[in-house]
Every structure is written in structure tokens, then in C-alpha cells.
């Protein structure tokens, strides 16, 4: 059974954010997928901020990344680029700690035009940790993700549909993988 990691890169708890995970998480959920969020806001500041990979609680975070077999980033858009929290944590992984994991940016902005975050600002970072099988992602409008009474999740039809089309690729592809003791990956 796969291992979905989500790492939760918003600064801090937004509605949207943590609606849009909850609901990647139920859906996992329903298939019988294994998986847990890791807020990034919620490390000690201090070894986040002065990179001390050595430090437990960094320590701990990236073993939960080795640990999983896919990894779902989500993270909003901040002056066509990722927040910093992101940036520091990605920092502080070891190289290559994203090699052979299936990785799906979820990102959300305020306009449509700030979708090349993804392929020109959080992609390339990724690939320089080695991740080499990352997902297309997928990218929401604020606009496309509405609250009703209580703080209900309300996604477009269209969002929602690309949101689980994403998460069914992304449950297929780590499901495609099987890691032999000697190293090597086999489909």
C-alpha cells in the first residue's frame, strides 16, 4: 500500500489551504490510502530559519519524507513564487531526498496567470532534489474554491474534477512502483 506525504506549505492555516487538504485527504482516504499532512508552519522556527538539518524536528520531518512513496505539495502562490517557509524547509532536505517519489503540487493563487509558478519557479527546485517523476499539478483560482454555511468546501466542478483526476494519477503512479532490496525500481 502506498504512503501519501502532503506537505503543507502555506505561512499560515487559510481556510482554503486547509479545506483543499482535508479533501485530498478524505479522498485518499476513501481508496485506502495511507496518508498524513506535514505543516510545515507548525516546525520550531528556529532550526527551520537557520537550516540545522541536524536539529530532531528536521530530522523527523525528513524521515517522514523518505519514508513516503508519493508526496502532494501544496502551497500558495506568494509574488509568482513559493513561500519561503516552503523554500527553507526544501532547503534543509538532504540531496536527492525527493528521488523516486511521485510528487503532485496542488498551488492556489488569485489569478490564472500566476500558473507558471509551478512550471518556472517550484518545479525546477524539486528536480534539483531529485525528484524525477513530478505530476502535473494542478492549479486553483481563490475564485474556484468557495465556503458555505459553516465553512463548508465548495470547489468548482471543473477544480474538483482536475484536484481527483490528479489524485488518481498520482495513486496509480505510486502504486506502478515496487522497490527491490537491490536498488532498483520496477514498473
Known sequence: MSHILSLAGHPTATPSSTAILEYVHQYLGRRDINSHTLKLRCLPAEPLLHANAEADSMQDAAARVAQADGIIISSPVFKSSYPGILKAYLDILPN????????????????????????????????????????????????????????????????????????????????????????????
Open 96 to 187: 536527492y531526498a525527493l528521488r523516486d517519489k511521485v510528487i503532485l503540487p496542488i498551488v492556489t493563487g488569485s489569478s490564472s496567470g500566476q500558473v507558471l509558478m509551478l512550471e518556472y519557479a517550484l518545479k525546477p527546485v524539486l528536480s534539483t532534489l531529485g525528484a524525477n517523476h513530478i505530476l502535473d499539478g494542478v492549479f486553483l483560482t481563490e475564485s474556484q474554491v468557495q465556503y458555505g454555511h459553516g465553512g463548508v468546501l465548495h470547489l468548482e466542478e471543473s477544480a474538483e474534477r482536475r484536484i481527483e483526476r490528479a489524485l488518481q494519477e498520482l495513486i496509480r503512479e505510486t502504486n506502478n512502483y515496487s522497490y527491490l532490496a537491490n536498488g532498483d525500481w520496477v514498473i
